[in-house]
């Protein structure tokens, strides 16, 4: 298991785009910043397949210093929850398996932009017969 820092992302991005990397660290900077942006004013972030990053807000509570045992404060505080999505799931699912983003992209016909279509749900139809 590796560590991948951002710079190591933008290489990989900018080689499978062909873009330049100086465009390409602009728009996973800007795309970074958005992110915390909009967690900072707690709105919750979809992205189809890859998973939703919700802001959780947590209770102050009491907690316990271990080497004392005395009581300690905690406040209350907001957190970040990230919950997997389809394809990131599926992907760790596979032992051992090299995914590419292509192979990925060319099994999913889902179009990212497009809202999530509701599912509603079937009931039978009701028995009208008499008992």
């Known amino acids: 298991m590796a560590t991948i820092t951002k ?7 900018a080689d499978a785009t062909g873009e330049k990397r100086v465009a390409v660290k602009k728009i996973v900077q800007a795309f970074l910043d958005s992110i915390i ?13 890859f998973g939703v990053f ?17 009581p300690v404060p905690v406040p209350a505080k907001r957190t970040v929850k990230f919950k ?3 394809l990131m799931k599926q992907t760790l699912s596979e ?13 999913d016909d889902d179009d990212d932009d497009a809202p999530a279509p509701k599912k509603s ?3 039978p139809p009701a028995d009208t017969t008499a008992r």
């Open 95 to 107: 032992d051992g398996a090299v995914v590419t983003l292509a192979s990925m992209r060319s099994n």
């Open 84 to 86: 997997v999505g389809r």
């Open 7 to 13: 710079k190591e992302l933008i290489d990989q991005i």
């Open 54 to 70: 919700e802001v959780k807000h947590r209770k102050s509570r009491m907690a316990q210093n271990p080497k004392t045992l005395e």
């Open 37 to 49: 942006i909009e967690l900072g004013k707690s709105n919750r972030l979809e992205f189809r397949d």
């Open 121 to 123: 749900a079937q009931r």
